[in-house]
């Protein structure tokens, strides 16, 4: 069973910088893909950025150029840089973990799923 727990959200004005961490539990992690979502009430869950490897990354076309994702499988973390942040990027940010290739932003593609850590910008 993989456990991910996020941490990192905030309050941060608009221009601001947040860094989003996501601890996983388990030894098999560096073979999984990991992404971000981000959803706001009343909505479908986004898809953010994903990652494989340093050289296998996608993000979303709302945050390309903005945010950047990354891994450390050492420390089982993945993190999200978020650079010059909007008010529309104010959501409830997850971390989520799936087996094989990353790619897709299908939710339920996805098996694994932190509680998520909530970002404000204003």
């Known amino acids: 069973h993989v456990q991910l727990v996020e941490s990192g959200g905030g309050s941060v004005q608009d221009g601001g910088s947040l860094t989003l961490s996501c601890v996983g539990s388990?030894?098999?992690?560096?073979?999984?893909?990991m992404a971000w979502f981000r959803q706001t009430p009343g909505k479908e869950r986004k898809g953010v950025a994903f990652?494989?490897?340093?050289?296998?990354?996608g993000y979303a076309d709302s945050v390309e150029g903005r945010f950047t994702i990354s891994r450390d499988n050492d420390k089982m973390i993945v993190y999200l840089q978020m650079n010059d942040l909007r008010p529309e990027d104010t959501a409830m940010y997850s971390c989520?973990?799936?087996?094989?290739?990353?790619?897709?932003?299908?939710?339920?593609?996805?098996?694994?799923w932190g509680q998520g850590t909530q970002v404000a910008v204003s």
């Open positions: 990652v494989m490897s340093s050289r296998y990354k």
């Open positions: 989520a973990a799936r087996d094989g290739r990353c790619g897709s932003w299908s939710t339920y593609e996805y098996n694994w």
């Open positions: 388990e030894s098999t992690y560096s073979s999984r893909c």
